[in-house]
């Protein structure tokens, strides 16, 4: 397994393979991974003859108060990880070999942006596609996979693909969960004991979300209260966003109908936690 940390070298080895007729997987993370990123990076060493996985905790899509320094970080553990599942190379750049001092070029989307994660974390999707474009355009991978746990990040990701025709293909890799249902997430490691079992308020309401769909709810703003409520049971949780919003648009709905998503931020203390479903309606 190769680690690269400059552009340059990443450009090379890519060149090298694309000459040899591969086709290349990418799965861009920001570390410290766990079996959530591990099922990308799998499902990409199944489908494509070269994954490239890289490592970086992007400074310009964490917000002047979030938690970009005491972001967890464990390269080394990354690195064996990725090696046992098959992957040909970690880029791991240095902030600098992305950001040149005087960078000032960004990818801004409208519309998708303007609720849940984009409405509470102003300017972080505009970090993330800048991010993801950059690294497009680096490895120029055939495939890219991402995971359901960042819903909106997806959505955002497909459409950035088709609004700037990236000649990618989006794959979308299902939530892996711990056995009790918390989502897996780097972030889970700044809960302590007590929070982490406040955590599966998280999970549960989830649970609650999908039986009260499949039980027939059809009000958005019915479906929330009832979200909220069961998230406000639990004192050590503050609700960030409950929403009910278009699986496409990202925009809330009324009427659930088509694909939805219901996703919910949670402070459990300080730490801010995310999850979420799908379903399509007739
Ligand atoms: P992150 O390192 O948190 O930026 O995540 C990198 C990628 O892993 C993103 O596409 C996430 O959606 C995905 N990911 C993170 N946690 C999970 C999980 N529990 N299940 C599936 N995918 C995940």
């Known amino acids: 397994m190769i680690i690269a940390q400059t552009v340059a070298e990443v450009r090379a080895q890519i060149r090298q393979w ?22 990308l990076a799998k499902q990409s060493v199944i489908s494509c003859d070269k994954t490239v996985a890289s490592v970086f905790v992007n400074p310009i899509q964490f917000g002047p108060s979030e938690d970009l320094l005491s972001y967890p970080r464990d390269f080394q553990h990354d690195c064996a990880l990725l ?31 303007t609720q849940l994660c984009g409405k509470s974390r102003p300017g972080h999707f505009r970090g993330v596609c800048t991010v993801v474009s950059k690294l497009f355009h680096i490895i120029q991978p055939d495939k890219a996979f991402f995971g359901e746990k960042d819903a909106q990040q997806l ?19 299902p939530i892996v969960r711990e056995a009790d249902g918390l989502a897996k997430s780097s972030r889970n490691t700044y809960l302590n004991a007590e929070e982490r079992q406040a955590a599966l308020i998280l999970s549960q309401s989830i649970l609650l979300g999908k039986k009260l769909v499949e039980q027939g709810e059809r009000n958005g703003q019915a479906l929330i209260n009832a ?56």
């Not at 959505?155 to 890799?173: K, Q």
């Not at 496409?248 to 996703?263: D, S």
């Open 18 to 39: 694309k000459k040899e007729g591969c086709s290349i997987g990418l799965v861009p993370t920001m570390g410290y991974l766990h079996e959530g990123h591990a099922s």
């Open 83 to 113: 090696e046992e599942i098959g992957v040909d190379l970690i880029f791991h750049p240095s902030p600098e070999e992305m950001y040149a001092p005087d960078f000032c070029t960004y990818v801004e989307m409208e519309h998708l942006t």
């Open 155 to 173: 959505a955002v990701i497909r459409r950035m693909v088709r609004d700037l025709s990236f000649d990618i293909e989006i794959v979308g890799c």
């Open 227 to 282: 979200l909220k409520a069961h998230i406000e049971t639990e004192p050590l949780a503050r609700v960030d966003y409950v929403d009910v919003v278009d699986g496409i648009t990202m925009q809330p709905i009324e009427h659930l109908q088509g694909k939805i998503l219901v996703a919910i931020a949670v402070f459990i203390g300080k730490t801010r936690l995310i999850d979420n479903f799908s379903v399509t309606l007739s």
